[in-house]
């Protein structure tokens, strides 16, 4: 089974900061079929969580581009260019590419 | 506007069965996966079935095979997911999202095993 490792764990961030959010694949994530289905998320307090990246590095609809993925392989960035209040929450990766498999989630936090 | 709401949760005693069911408008069901995914209490994301568009394949995880049943009618453009034998661990927010890249996600029904 693939195992994501994301880190850090808690990220704490002042408004207008960038952070970096890091998902580590136990397997490689690029499927047969030339894609690699790494995705992003982000879930606010009490709510459903929204796709954020999708393929690596492909912005969801309706995503600002301070959101910004990259990577291949097994290692992966989500960066955040300017936190704003609103970005607070849990972020996940999940790989697509092998059933699914949630990263353990990074608590982005106010400092 | 697409919409997924779910339904059917609540609690029930350990080994009890229960189906949760998934609404689903605003695009075309019958040519969309659907997924569940749970989260317990506090806890993390967790994966828990799949279907793809016409029904005929399913996939699940280690911890529910055997014990849950994924499907979905088209023609009422619902999903469903069948808990059997649900057990204390069991207990979790379940979600239905569409797509293998999740894009949509309900809001939730939650989903107690206790006695």
């Known amino acids: 089974d693939v195992v994501l490792t994301q880190t850090p764990p808690t990220s704490s961030a002042t408004i207008g900061q960038s952070v970096s959010i890091s998902c580590r694949s136990s397997q490689s994530l690029l499927d047969s079929d030339g894609n690699t289905y790494l995705y992003w998320y982000l879930q606010r307090p009490s709510q459903s969580p929204q796709l954020l990246i999708y393929?690596?590095?492909k912005l969801g609809s309706g995503v600002p581009n301070r959101f910004s993925g990259s990577g291949s392989g097994t290692d992966f960035t989500l960066k955040i260019s300017g936190v704003e209040a609103e970005d607070l929450g849990v972020y996940y990766c999940?790989?697509?590419?092998?059933?699914?498999?949630f990263g353990a989630g990074t608590k982005l936090e106010l400092k | 506007e697409v919409q997924l709401v779910e339904s059917g949760g609540g609690l029930v005693q350990p080994g009890s069965p229960l189906k949760l069911s998934c609404a689903a408008s605003?695009?075309?069901?019958?040519?969309?996966?659907l997924n569940w995914i749970r989260q317990a209490p506090g806890k993390g994301l967790e994966w828990v079935a799949s279907i793809n568009p016409d029904g005929s394949s399913t996939y699940y995880p280690d911890t529910v095979k055997g014990r849950f049943v994924v499907s979905k009618d088209n023609a009422k453009n619902t999903g469903y997911l069948q808990m059997n034998n649900l057990r204390s661990e069991d207990t979790a927010m379940y979600y239905c999202a569409r797509r293998r890249s999740l894009d949509y996600w309900g809001q939730g029904v939650m989903v107690t095993v206790s006695s």
């Open positions: 393929l690596v590095s």
């Open positions: 999940v790989q697509g590419t092998h059933d699914h498999t």
């Open positions: 605003g695009f075309t069901f019958s040519s969309n996966w």
